[in-house]
Nanobody
Framework: QVQLVESGGGLVQAGGSLRLSCVAS?????MAWFRQAPGKERDFVAA????????YYADSVKGRFTISIDNAKNTVYLQMNSLKSEDTAVYYC????????????WGQGTQVTVSS
């Protein structure tokens, strides 16, 4: 069982930046960030694999968000720049043990609110 703990959410003005962190208690195949806005489904944001560092992004965040890994700290980051009001959501960290399967482990979520 892998535990994930997110931090770094908050309130920011449109155009501003935030960095989310997710500390994992163990190593998995890949980790990702998802987000869920009020009244909407949970959407994929970005993912990264531990061994290759390969990254994947939703079209809506490409060029603005960057996902990265600190292997020594077992921590994944999501740097969010040029934030928009539509980025407002609860952001969840997730992890899975191999490619092609659903994400097995989820964090508790951290709120990001972007004011216009």
């Amino acid at each position: 069982q892998v535990q994930l703990v997110e931090s770094g959410g908050g309130l920011v003005q449109a155009g501003g930046s935030l960095r989310l962190s997710c500390v994992a208690s163990g190593r998995t195949f890949s980790m990702a960030w998802f987000r869920q806005a009020p009244g909407k489904e949970r959407d994929f944001v970005a993912a990264i694999t531990w061994n290759t560092g390969g990254t994947y992004y939703a079209d809506s965040v490409k060029g603005r968000f960057t996902i990265s890994i600190d292997n020594a700290k077992n921590t994944v980051y999501l740097q969010m720049n040029s934030l928009k009001s539509e980025d407002t959501a609860v952001y969840y960290c997730a992890a899975r043990n191999r490619v092609g399967v659903s994400y097995d482990y989820w964090g508790q979520g951290t709120q990001v609110t972007v004011s216009s």
